[in-house]
C-alpha cells in the first residue's frame, strides 16, 4: 500500500524555539495534504489543509503564524510550530491525499505521527 | 468542525468475545471509514464503507452503516489480545476533503 513518513517520529525542545515537521508521500504524488493534532487520549482535530504550490488552509481556532505550513512539492508537506510552548506539546500526525493512480482515488494514507514534547 | 461521537468511550471485554463499537455523525457524507490507532502510533485503515452500502466484511470485521441513522458500527470477532487499541471513525464528504473523526473508543482485550 502507499506510504506515508514523517520526520522526527518524536522531538524534545526547549519553549521558544521552532521545531520543522516533515510529512513526505513516498511512493505517490499528493497535491494535498492535511495535518492533525491529538492530545493524549483524544480524538484527531484538523489544524490545516496544506494544498501543493499554494497557501494552506486553516480550521478555525488555529493559528497560521503560529503553525507554518509549506507544501513545496508534490511529495513533502512540513509544519513548523514556532515559538513554541508547552502547550504545544501533542502528537501531530499527517496525512496525504491520494487522488488517482495505484494510490487510489480520494484514498487519505496517514503518517506514523510526531510526538513533541517542549520543555 | 463538528466530531461525531462513538459509543462505548471504553470496552473491556475477554479474548474470544465479539466486540462492537458505535459511531453517530452530523452530516451527510460520502464515505466512513474506521481506523485502529494503537497507543502513540500512527492509524492504522480497517475498512471504507460507501454511503449507498449498508454492511461490509473484512476479515473478522464487519461494519453496517445506517444513513438514515447516520450511524456505523464496528464489529470484531473473535477478539484477540492484540485488537487492544483505540479504534476511530472518520466521515468523508465532498468539498471537505479532511476526514472528520469520531470521539474514538478504546478497547482493551483481556487475554
Known amino acids: 500500500g502507499a506510504v506515508v513518513s514523517q520526520h522526527p517520529s518524536r522531538v524534545i525542545c526547549k519553549s521558544g524555539t521552532s521545531v520543522k515537521i516533515e510529512c513526505r508521500s513516498l511512493?505517490?504524488?499528493?497535491?494535498?495534504m492535511f495535518w492533525y493534532r491529538q492530545f493524549p487520549k483524544k480524538s484527531l482535530m484538523l489544524m490545516a489543509t496544506s494544498n501543493e504550490g499554494s497557501k494552506a488552509t486553516y480550521e478555525q481556532g488555529v493559528e497560521k503564524d503560529k503553525f507554518l505550513i509549506n507544501h513545496a512539492s508534490l511529495t513533502l508537506s512540513t509544519l513548523t510550530v514556532t515559538s513554541a510552548h508547552p502547550e504545544d506539546s501533542s502528537f501531530y500526525i499527517c496525512?496525504?491525499?491520494?487522488?488517482?493512480?495505484?494510490?487510489?482515488?480520494?484514498?487519505?494514507?496517514f503518517g506514523p505521527g510526531t510526538r513533541l514534547t517542549v520543555l | 468542525s463538528q466530531q461525531g461521537e462513538e459509543d462505548p468511550q471504553a470496552l473491556s471485554i475477554q479474548e474470544g468475545e465479539n466486540a462492537t463499537m458505535n459511531c453517530s455523525y452530523k452530516?451527510?457524507?460520502?464515505?466512513l471509514q474506521w481506523y485502529r490507532q494503537n497507543s502513540g502510533r500512527g492509524l492504522v485503515h480497517l475498512i471504507l464503507i460507501r454511503s449507498n452500502e449498508r454492511e461490509k466484511h473484512s476479515g473478522r470485521l464487519r461494519v453496517t452503516l445506517d444513513t438514515s441513522k447516520k450511524s456505523s458500527s464496528l464489529l470484531i470477532t473473535a477478539s484477540r489480545a492484540a485488537d487492544t487499541a483505540s479504534y476511530f471513525c472518520a466521515t468523508f464528504r465532498t468539498g471537505r476533503r479532511a476526514l472528520t473523526f469520531g470521539s474514538g473508543t478504546r478497547l482493551q482485550v483481556q487475554p
Open positions: 452530516t451527510s457524507i460520502n464515505n
Open positions: 496525512s496525504a491525499l491520494a487522488t488517482s493512480g495505484r494510490a487510489g482515488t480520494d484514498t487519505q494514507y
Open positions: 511512493d505517490f504524488q499528493a497535491t494535498t
